[in-house]
T-cell receptor, first 114, second 110 residues
Framework: SAVISQKPSRDICQRGTSLTIQCQVD?????MFWYRQQPGQSLTLIAT?????????ESGFVIDKFPISRPNLTFSTLTVSNMSPEDSSIYLC???????????FGPGTRLTVL | GQQLNQSPQSMFIQEGEDVSMNCTSS?????WLWYKQDPGEGPVLLIA?????ELTSNGRLTAQFGITRKDSFLNISASIPSDVGIYFC??????????FGKGTHLIIQP
C-alpha cells in the first residue's frame, strides 16, 4: 500500500481567496488523482495529475478554477482559486502504483469558505 | 457519464448479523473496488476485483465482480461494532480515475 498525507488537514477561508493543498506519497506512484467530496456526499473525480504535463480535468472542472501541479512521482498540489461558499468540501488525493486498479487515498483536506 | 447505483443507502442491523450491499452500473468497468470511510478520514481500500466473475475474500468480507462487468456486491459476515461506517463501491474503466457509488451507511445496534 501507499501512505498518503495532505496539508492542510482543514482550513477556513474567506470568499475570493485561494488555497493550495499539498499531497505527499511515501513512495513513487504512477498515477495521482484529485477528488472532491461535498458534505454527506460521495467522491467526485476532479482531475488526473500528470507528471510533467497539464492535468486532465473531468467535465465540470476547469484549470483556471483548480490548477494542479505534479512535479515528480511523489508530490502534487491542488489549488482552489477564487473561492466561494460552494467550494466548501473535502478535497482528497489518491495514488496508484499501477495504471489500473488499486488507489490509496489521503485523509482529505476539509475546506470551509465563508 | 458513467453512474453507479449503490444500495441500500443505509442499513440498521444487529451485531452479529450478516450484511450485503451491491452496486450496478449502466456501463461496464474493468476494475471494481470497495472502500470504507470513517468520519474525518479518507476512504480505506477493502477489496479490489480485476476479473469478471472473480470472488475475493478479505477476512469477514467477500466481494464479487459481476460476470456482466456491470455489477458487484460486498458481503460482511458476523458484523461487529467497528464495521460501522460508510461503504463505497468504485469502478474504473481504464487508467482513469474512479467512479464512486453514493455509499451505504452501516449502523450496528449492539
Amino acid at each position: 500500500s501507499a501512505v498518503i498525507s495532505q496539508k492542510p488537514s482543514r482550513d477556513i477561508c474567506q470568499r475570493g481567496t485561494s488555497l493550495t493543498i499539498q499531497c505527499q506519497v511515501d513512495s513513487q506512484v504512477t498515477m495521482m488523482f484529485w477528488y472532491r467530496q461535498q458534505p454527506g456526499q460521495s467522491l467526485t473525480l476532479i482531475a488526473t495529475a500528470n507528471q510533467g504535463s497539464e492535468a486532465t480535468y473531468e467535465s465540470g472542472f476547469v484549470i483556471d478554477k483548480f490548477p494542479i501541479s505534479r512535479p515528480n512521482l511523489t508530490f502534487s498540489t491542488l489549488t482552489v482559486s477564487n473561492m466561494s461558499p460552494e467550494d466548501s468540501s473535502i478535497y482528497l488525493c489518491s495514488g496508484s502504483r499501477i495504471s489500473v486498479g488499486t488507489q490509496y487515498f489521503g485523509p482529505g483536506t476539509r475546506l470551509t469558505v465563508l | 457519464g458513467q453512474q453507479l447505483n449503490q444500495s441500500p443507502q443505509s442499513m440498521f442491523i444487529q451485531e452479529g448479523e450478516d450484511v450485503s450491499m451491491n452496486c450496478t452500473s449502466s456501463s461496464i468497468f474493468n476494475t471494481w473496488l470497495w472502500y470504507k470511510q470513517d468520519p474525518g478520514e479518507g476512504p480505506v481500500l477493502l477489496i479490489a476485483l480485476y476479473k469478471a466473475g472473480e470472488l475475493t475474500s478479505n477476512g469477514r468480507l467477500t466481494a464479487q465482480f459481476g460476470i456482466t462487468r456491470k455489477d458487484s456486491f460486498l458481503n460482511i459476515s458476523a458484523s461487529i461494532p467497528s464495521d460501522v461506517g460508510i461503504y463505497f463501491c468504485a469502478g474504473q474503466l481504464e487508467t482513469d480515475g474512479l467512479t464512486f457509488g453514493k455509499g451505504t451507511h452501516l449502523i450496528i445496534q449492539p
